[in-house]
């Protein structure tokens, strides 16, 4: 075959034999379901014949099932060019115009149907959704434009189930409930909001903006990537970006430090996290819980219990701000009774400090520490009554601890705040009370509280 011969058949366009192939692959492979390849197939045929109306249509259908919308309308309105009377895809573009809120081009899309085919049930019944969609959107405006939130949403929800594809709606609709104190349905729709727009960075940042006063650290992260991935130079988008990076890295790195029962590093970082982000409640309470948790793990019981009863107070003061999601009155009263036992602890022996050993000091550090201090503070080397007493009361302090340093279930008592030579204790007295944190903040076992932050 002549060089010039190749040039046209490869490259101006394709044999017929050759998009008949493509066509039939593509009608195959698109009943067995496997439209990227029967995508591909149609590809070829629109590349090897430009000025086929069907190959258009056909290539719209993969995409409509590959649920790409927009990349079907490009190839209806080019079919419609071609074949002007070409019903079936005026009515799918009408349809299509339809979901995405544009009831106007729908509109005209449904008359041109009707005008070739009076009787068409479907153009009829499409027209007929696209005037009242029209209808609805315009109650919708009125009602935000006068404040009345509530009734723009009720309206929003029928214009969505007729327009699912229309990002306006679900912005219009997010800002209502934004509003009206309900961020999480906001999100849900800015979501979908953010795919049906070709760069929806304002939604991004919104939701953005969203999850990060809601305490969703993570989420406002990627959201704010995703509007960095449509323009790296957006200047809110980035302002926000270093914003949140930098409180996500601190509360990660607090966590850690937890994990790792390096409770004074974590404190001093959840006091960074309160200087990084003041102004959002949700942050200074976590803060203040987990740097709660720290002290009590640290034996602090005053100090604990003196930021926790701060943190309670801010949470009774924002009352109508956040609400429980779970609330464990059993795993709160043992938290609470466990501070308050660690502050009644406190105020009495501290076993550890009477032998002047590390709370991790093994038994025989424990029995060493023992016979020096019993030796050295034998009543019998001391001569004056005053001197005796004093040394029989450290005497009988030095024995205590050692009996219960060097008993394990007795150690472990005391080790989470309570005295087991306590006659208080042994009679069940205990003393300590308990009282139930409200909100289902539990300052002293675990992290993961939830709650619904509502906009004031």
Known sequence: MPVTCLFISGVLGATPVEIEHHLEMGRKLLAAGQLAEALSHYHSAVEGDSKN????????????????????????SQAIQL?????????????????????????????????????????????????????????????????????TVQVLEKVIELSPWDPESRELRAECYIRLGDPRKAIMDLTPATRLRADNRAAFLKLSQLHYSLGDHHDSLNQIRECLKLDQDDKECFAHYKQVKKLSKQLDSAEELISEQRYQEAIEKYESVMRTEPNVAFYTNKAKERICFCLVKMKSA????????????????????FEPFHFDNQEIREGLDRAQKLLKQSRKRDYYKILGVSRSANKQEVIKAYRKLAQQWHPDNFQSEADKK????????IASAKEVLTDPEMRQKFDSGEDPLDPE?????????????????????????HFKFHYN
Not at 302 to 321: G, P, Q, V
Not at 434 to 449: A, Q
């Open 53 to 76: 109306y069907l190959t258009y249509y056909k290539r719209a259908a993969v995409f409509l099932a590959m649920g790409k919308s927009k990349s079907a309308l490009p190839d209806l």
């Open 83 to 151: 074949k002007p009377d070409f019903l079936a895809a005026r009515l799918q573009r009408g349809n299509i115009l339809l979901k995405q809120g544009s009831t106007q081009e729908a509109r005209e899309d449904f008359q041109a149907v009707l005008k070739r085919s009076p009787n068409h049930e479907e153009a009829h019944d499409q027209l007929s959704k696209a005037e009242e969609l029209e209808l609805l959107q315009e109650e919708a405006h009125e009602a935000h434009h006068r404040g009345d939130y509530i009734t």
């Open 390 to 397: 004093e040394a029989e009361k450290k005497f009988i302090d």
């Open 425 to 449: 204790n042994q009679q069940g007295g205990g003393g300590g009370g308990s009282r139930e944190w409200p909100f289902g903040f539990n300052p002293f076992e675990g992290g993961n509280f």
């Open 302 to 321: 005053e100090e604990a219990l003196d930021i926790c009863s701060s943190t309670l107070t801010d949470y009774y003061k924002m009352n109508r701000i």
